[in-house]
C-alpha cells in the first residue's frame, strides 16, 4: 500500500512565524502536491512538483514556497504566518493516482 | 481548464436505504476521474477511477460509478449504505494530456446517514 505521512497532524502559530510542514511517501512517485483545504471550497493546488528540485505554482501560491531536495519529501513553508491561512493542508503523491497524507489541521493566531 | 460540480452540498440518507452523490465536470475530451471519500480529520481515500474502458466502475466499500460522456457525469452510488458511510465525498477530474496529474475537485457532497 501506498503510505503518505505528514510531519504533524495538528499545529498551532503565531501570526508572522515561519511554518514547515513536511510529507514524505515510500512509493517512488515522481509527483507530490499541496493542497489546502477549506469548507465549502474543496481541495485548492497550492504547489506541486515533479522531480527533485522542480516545482509547479498551482492555483494559490501566494504565501507559500515548497522545497524538494529528495524524491521521497515534499515541504511547504508559509514565510511568515497569516490568520488566512488557518487551513487543513494535505499532501498527495502520484503515478498515475494521487494518495493522500492525513493532513495537517493548522491554526495560525 | 476543467471544472467540476458536485451539486448537492448535502446528503441526509436513511442507514439501509441506497446513495447517489452527483458530479459533473466540463472538459473537452474523456478525462480522468476519481472519487475520495474523507472521514471526520482525515486525508483522502480512493474509493475507485475511471481512466477508460468499461464505463461502470466498481470500488471499495460497496460502491461503484458510472462515467456517461453524454451527460459529462460520473455519479457515485451504493446500493445500501451503513452508518459508517457518513463522511465527506469529493469527485475529482484529471486531464488525460497532463503528464503531471493534476486534479481538479469538487467541493465535495457531506453525507450523514441516519438510523
Known amino acids: 500500500d501506498v503510505k503518505v505521512t505528514q510531519s504533524s497532524r495538528y499545529l498551532v502559530k503565531r501570526t508572522g512565524e515561519k511554518v514547515f510542514l513536511e510529507c514524505v511517501q515510500d512509493?517512488?512517485?515522481?509527483?507530490m502536491f499541496w493542497y489546502r483545504q477549506d469548507p465549502g471550497l474543496g481541495l485548492r493546488l497550492i504547489y506541486f512538483?515533479?522531480?527533485?528540485?522542480?516545482?509547479e505554482k498551482g492555483d494559490i501560491p501566494e504565501g507559500y514556497s515548497v522545497s524538494r531536495e529528495k524524491k521521497e519529501r515534499f515541504s511547504l513553508i508559509l514565510e511568515s504566518a497569516s490568520t488566512n491561512q488557518t487551513s487543513m493542508y494535505l499532501c498527495a503523491s502520484s503515478k498515475e493516482t494521487q494518495y493522500f497524507g492525513p493532513g495537517t489541521r493548522l491554526l495560525v493566531l | 481548464a476543467q471544472s467540476v460540480t458536485q451539486p448537492d452540498i448535502h446528503i441526509t440518507v436513511s442507514e439501509g436505504a441506497s446513495l447517489e452523490l452527483r458530479c459533473n465536470y466540463s472538459y473537452g475530451a474523456t478525462p480522468y476521474l476519481f472519487w475520495y471519500v474523507q472521514s471526520p480529520g482525515q486525508g483522502l481515500q480512493l474509493l475507485l477511477k475511471?481512466?477508460?474502458?468499461?464505463?461502470l466502475v466498481q470500488g471499495i466499500k460497496g460502491f461503484e460509478a458510472e462515467f456517461k460522456r453524454s451527460q459529462s457525469s460520473f455519479n457515485l452510488r451504493k446500493p445500501s449504505v451503513h452508518w459508517s458511510d457518513a463522511a465527506e465525498y469529493f469527485c475529482a477530474v484529471g486531464e488525460t494530456t497532463d503528464s503531471w496529474g493534476k486534479l481538479q475537485f469538487g467541493a465535495g457532497t457531506q453525507v450523514v446517514v441516519t438510523p
Open positions: 512509493m517512488d512517485h515522481e509527483n
Open positions: 512538483s515533479y522531480d527533485v528540485k522542480m516545482k
Open positions: 475511471y481512466f477508460s474502458g468499461d464505463t
